[in-house]
């Protein structure tokens, strides 16, 4: 798919339809991660689950090794 930047006041805005928004589970709350490699421009959904799995995961990493963990911290 080709697009192109429309200019809203002093602002270029890529148009995204609302297909891809659904596929991507993406709306205007979304927090997205824009980047680049030097050569192209890179945005991904930021999805709260995968905070909340992040989030989990440690607390049970923290749970199986609190006494390692306190030993390192010394």
């Known amino acids: 798919m080709r697009k192109r930047l429309v200019s809203i006041e002093d602002n270029?805005?890529?148009?995204?339809?609302?297909?891809?928004l659904?596929?991507?589970?993406?709306?205007?709350?979304?927090v997205l991660d824009v980047t680049t490699n030097g050569t192209e421009l890179i945005i991904r959904p930021v999805h709260?689950?995968?905070d909340k799995r992040?989030?989990?995961?440690t607390k049970q990493l923290?749970?199986?090794?609190?006494?390692?963990?306190?030993?390192?911290a010394h």
């Open 48 to 50: 709260r689950s995968h």
């Open 12 to 20: 270029l805005v890529l148009v995204i339809e609302r297909p891809i």
């Open 62 to 72: 923290r749970k199986e090794h609190e006494e390692t963990l306190k030993k390192l």
């Open 22 to 30: 659904e596929i991507l589970k993406i709306d205007e709350d979304s």
């Open 54 to 57: 992040v989030a989990s995961a």
